[in-house]
């Protein structure tokens, strides 16, 4: 399963950006898809999940009332919406899928995508 993250790019803090997964194939609707983010010289770490019909989403705590995780079945694509950026919020992107049960580890998703950079001017 091949993942493309799209939609980064360099704001200024208080802006938004809309960050967009597309998942080809006809099981997307199967997934539960994540999405993780990573700064330099920092682990990865998780942002948010959103279960296969979005009846149960989960965030981090850095990013509660400010993301937004939403998903399109129809597109097959999964959605960050990301408003109040700040400078911290500073990382490469990246949306990942596992089967059935939502999780907020990244060693529990199988399939992983190339990441999208987004970059917070103070």
């Known amino acids: 399963v091949q993942l493309q993250a799209s939609g980064g790019g360099l704001v200024q803090a208080g802006g938004s950006l809309r960050l967009s997964c597309a998942v080809p194939?006809?099981?997307?609707?199967?997934?539960?898809m994540g999405w993780f983010r990573q700064a330099p010289g920092k682990e990865r770490e998780f942002v948010a999940a959103?279960?296969?019909?979005?009846?149960?989403?989960l965030y981090s705590d850095f990013v509660k009332g400010r993301f937004t995780i939403s998903r399109d079945n129809a597109k097959n694509t999964v959605y960050l919406q990301t408003n109040g950026l700040k400078p911290e919020d500073t990382a490469v992107y990246s949306c990942?899928?596992?089967?059935?049960?939502?999780?907020?580890?990244?060693?529990?998703?199988?399939?992983w995508g190339l990441g999208t950079l987004v970059t917070v001017s103070s």
């Open positions: 194939g006809r099981i997307f609707r199967s997934y539960v």
């Open positions: 990942a899928a596992r089967l059935f049960t939502i999780s907020t580890s990244a060693d529990d998703y199988d399939y």
């Open positions: 959103i279960r296969w019909n979005g009846d149960l989403t």
